[in-house]
Structures are given as structure tokens and as C-alpha cells.
């Protein structure tokens, strides 16, 4: 009686049934099958280098890439097609594997900004040399202190850039393209223009310039003309 009992009270709990033997496991969500992560190669030499892709393509095989995308250009841009093409196909949860990190881009600014596109789309980043996997904790803080570099790097050149211009105002020497025409060739498409010797087209094509450039020549003279005639009344 008491083990009749005793088997009443773990069925009723939905432990384990005595007539059958099986274990029954009520309001228990059924686990998903988490999906791989799918490795996707990109492989890059540079234009004009008698090299190739095979050391690379070897590497990243040996690393279980199923898909390698190859391209011959230089590292100095990101909007490479194959890296762009790349890039349009991730999927959440890919990760994009490469040999070395230059291979992605030489420039830590582009660098940067092909990680956070690869961020964007819910994918990870691997480089097999440097041993970086943006998957780990470790990987995300080690490209946050590079990111964290570039920022400051950036902070430096703009500080830079500001000192040097306020030195050359300082200075009197003011920044941009120097002007293609003096005070002294002005003023005489200007007298020539405004006295009917010449035209504007003609002053044009005998200094080089064009038309609507001696037009606001002849503009700022008279300008300045009527004004000085203004003070002297």
C-alpha cells in the first residue's frame, strides 16, 4: 500500500511513471540546437606583388573556413568589391577569419570601420597571427583598446593640426592655394575690362581663367571704385 502510494505521488509529480519506467519531465521548454558559427575567409594581396593567395588559402582551410574570398588590391582602401561582397553576406552569428590583420586593411582607421560593418551584421572576427577572436571577452576588450588607440591617435593629429595654423597666423602666412593672379594682373583685366579695351572672354583666355573668375574681378573694382568715390564726397 505505501509504495502503491508512494508511485501515486510521483506520477502525480510528473517524476517517473512505476508502470513504465520512464521519466516524464512536464513544462520543461525543449533546448535548441545552437547553430555552428560558419567561418568565412577573406584572403589579400596587393597589386603588382609576385605573391598569391595559396599560403593564406592553406591557412585559412586548415582553419575550417567554408567559404574564402580572394582578392588582389591594396590594403590602403576598404571599399574593396570582394571585402564589400563579403561583408553584404554575413549572416548573424559568422565569423570572418583572416591570416593576418593587415590583410583586412593597413590603416587602422579603415581598420576600424570594417569591424564595426562586421559588428553591425552579428558577426564575429578572428586574425590567426595575432591570435584575435572578437567572439571571447578577451578578443572584444583587446579591439576596444584599439579602437581606444585610434581615438587618441586622431585627438593627437587634431591637436597637432590646430597648433601648426595658429603658428602660421601668427606668422602671417595664411593656408590654401596660393592665388593664381597678383594685385598687379587685377587690377589690369579689371581697368582693361571696365575701359571697353577688352573683353571679358579675351582677359580670360590671355591669363588663364575663367570667365566667371574675371567677371568678380571686375566686380570687386568697381566696388571698390564707387566706394572710394563715396569717402572723396
Known amino acids: 500500500l505505501i509504495l502503491k502510494v508512494d508511485c ?49 588559402r592553406r591557412a585559412l582551410d586548415a582553419a575550417g573556413c567554408k567559404r574564402v574570398f580572394e582578392e588582389t588590391a591594396s590594403g590602403g582602401r576598404w571599399d574593396r568589391p570582394k571585402l564589400l561582397e563579403m561583408i553584404g553576406q554575413l549572416r548573424e552569428g559568422d565569423v570572418v577569419v583572416v591570416w593576418k590583420l593587415d590583410r ?9 570601420h570594417i569591424m564595426e560593418r562586421i559588428e ?14 572578437t567572439t571571447t571577452a578577451a578578443g572584444r576588450m583587446l579591439m576596444q583598446m584599439v579602437g581606444s588607440f585610434a581615438e587618441f591617435e586622431r585627438a593627437m593629429i587634431r591637436e597637432r593640426t590646430s597648433a601648426g595654423l595658429a603658428q602660421a597666423r601668427a606668422e602671417g602666412r595664411i593656408g590654401g592655394r596660393r592665388p593664381k593672379l597678383g594685385d598687379k594682373q587685377r587690377r589690369e583685366i579689371a581697368e582693361s575690362v571696365t575701359s571697353g579695351r577688352k573683353s571679358g572672354a579675351e582677359m580670360a583666355r590671355l591669363y588663364g581663367v575663367s570667365e566667371p573668375t574675371v567677371s568678380r574681378i571686375v566686380a570687386a573694382h568697381r566696388q571698390q571704385f564707387s566706394q572710394q568715390q563715396r569717402e572723396q564726397a
Not at 31 to 49: F, N
Not at 105 to 112: A, G, H, T
Not at 120 to 130: D, K, Q, V, Y
Request: with cysteine.
Open 8 to 56: 501515486e505521488r510521483q506520477e502525480a509529480a510528473g517524476i517517473r511513471s512505476c508502470r513504465t519506467g520512464l521519466r516524464i519531465r512536464p513544462f520543461v521548454k525543449e533546448t535548441q540546437m545552437t547553430r555552428e558559427p560558419y567561418l568565412i575567409g577573406y584572403a589579400r594581396v596587393s597589386k603588382g606583388d609576385d605573391q598569391s593567395n595559396a599560403a593564406q
Open 120 to 133: 553591425h551584421a552579428g558577426a564575429g572576427f578572428r586574425s590567426l597571427t595575432e591570435a584575435i577572436d
Open 104 to 112: 583586412l586593411s593597413r590603416s587602422l582607421k579603415d581598420m576600424l
